[in-house]
Every structure is written in C-alpha cells, then in structure tokens.
Nanobody
Framework: VQLVESGGGLVQAGDSLRLSCAAS????????MGWFRQVPGKERECVAV????????YYGDSVKGRCTLSRDNAKNTVYLQMNSLKPEDTAVYYC??????????????????????WGQGTQVTVSS
C-alpha cells in the first residue's frame, strides 16, 4: 500500500488543521492506521491510531482532547483533525499502516516498529 499525506502547513497557535492520508494499492480496511510525528533529535511519537474496523481509537497524551482521527473507507483515506494547535505540535507528521491482526479488531499497536508502511510526511508548523 502507498500512503500520501497532505494538509500540513504554517498556522498560528489556536488554529486547526486537518491532515489527510490517502492510500492506493490496497484498501485501508486491511490495516490499523496510525499518525506519528517527529521533530529533529527526538523519537517518532505515536499521535493517534484507528483500528481497521474503526471501532477503536487511541490518542497520545500530548494531543488527547484536541485531535480526532477518522477514516473514510469509500475514499480510502484517513483524517487527523487537529484543533487548538500549540507551538509544541510543530513536527513532521507521518501516516502509517499496520497489517498485523492482533487477535481482535479492537487491538492495535502504538510502537513505530509495528507499522510496515509509511508516507513521506507533511510538515506542520505552529507559530506562537
């Protein structure tokens, strides 16, 4: 599966952005989908995950309450809606796909090593 992110940009603190991850090659219903972010010199951080069924979502503590992850299976796309953006949200955001089935459609992983497919990333910059 090929993943292409879009929607990043330069915004001010308090603004909102919606990141998109469009997939081609295979249907996204076969994957748990995650969004990660990374700043230079730091580990890639899991921001959010949605299971292949869409039944469960996970949000990292740094974005909990400010982000919503959703998927549109008809468009083969997942979306990360980010609100009340802060300067510390500045990072490159990556979309990733995990094909492993963990025994239940409600199970998922948050470690980057579990995700086999990655997009090229989209830069989000939040000015104060």
């Amino acid at each position: 599966v090929q993943l292409v992110e879009s929607g990043g940009g330069l915004v001010q603190a308090g603004d909102s952005l919606r990141l998109s991850c469009a997939a081609s090659g295979r249907t996204l219903t076969q994957y748990n989908m995650g969004w990660f972010r990374q700043v230079p010199g730091k580990e890639r951080e899991c921001v959010a995950v949605i299971t292949r069924s869409g039944s469960r979502t996970y949000y990292g503590d740094s974005v909990k309450g400010r982000c919503t992850l959703s998927r549109d299976n008809a468009k083969n796309t997942v979306y990360l809606q980010m609100n009340s953006l802060k300067p510390e949200d500045t990072a490159v955001y990556y979309c990733a796909a995990d094909s492993t089935y963990y025994g239940s459609s409600d199970f998922y992983a948050t470690g980057r090593s579990y995700y086999e497919y990655w997009g090229q990333g989209t830069q989000v910059t939040v000015s104060s």
